[in-house]
């Protein structure tokens, strides 16, 4: 009778394995595949400040929110256990909200500064790089609810439609402007302001539905 429980209980996880799996699968196909373009595209200079750029935008994107989307998923169990969810998304929206009154403020001074002490091409870069960086992190804040929500399958097929879209739109940009590293990252902050805007709208009706549900 136990092992008959567990085993349901295996079965049960086997459809959210298989999207995690499917995810991992996807954003790996699309970071190989974008390594072969971008360096058929650009050349050596321009990859090597594309590579730089990539760790600025990681390093906001993942290592700053990394902490706080894993901090967000913790205690949206907790707030919904205690049934204070309502809570829970009034601190999330605040904090998107100074995180975008912070990048507004932080990007401009940071490309002066730049600008003043290097040239126009780096400071560009750099600004691109850091406003990427903040909406890939404002990116997976959103996630990392959807996450936490075990809904894995929503979270999977985000994950890897932006990994393409950055790479799609990257490519389109650089045929209609010129190969350079600045275009490619600007690409990425487009199709991560989309990704970030759509998952923004599945969240603001997850809170809707919670808020419905709630009694008054």
């Known amino acids: 009778m136990i092992n008959s429980i567990y085993f349901k209980k295996i079965l049960s996880l086997i459809p959210e394995a298989s999207w995690v799996l499917l995810e991992q699968v996807g954003t790996v196909l699309a970071g190989l595949l974008g390594v072969k373009l971008l360096t058929s595209i650009l050349d050596v200079s321009q990859f090597g400040y594309l590579a730089l750029a990539n760790s600025i935008m990681a390093l906001v994107g993942m290592n700053l929110f990394g902490p706080f989307k894993q901090g ?18 009034a601190v999330s929206d605040k904090f998107a909200k100074y995180i975008c009154y912070f990048t507004v403020i932080a ?61 799609f739109i990257a490519l389109c940009l650089l045929i ?41």
């Open 107 to 167: 990007v401009p001074l940071v490309f002066l500064l730049i600008y003043r002490f290097k040239n126009l091409e780096w400071a560009t870069l750099i600004a691109i790089s850091l406003i990427a960086g903040a909406l890939t992190g404002l990116f997976g804040l959103r996630v990392g609810i959807f996450i936490a929500a075990r809904q894995r399958r929503r979270s999977a097929l985000f994950n890897i439609s932006i990994a393409f879209s950055r790479l």
């Open 176 to 216: 209609l402007i010129r190969p350079s590293a600045t275009v490619v990252i600007l690409g990425y902050t487009l199709a991560s302001l989309l990704f970030f805007l759509i998952a923004q709208k599945f969240y603001s009706a997850m809170v809707s539905q919670k808020k419905h549900r709630s009694p008054n």
């Open 72 to 89: 967000f998923m913790r205690f949206w169990a907790i707030s919904k256990d205690e049934e204070t969810l309502n809570v829970f998304y």
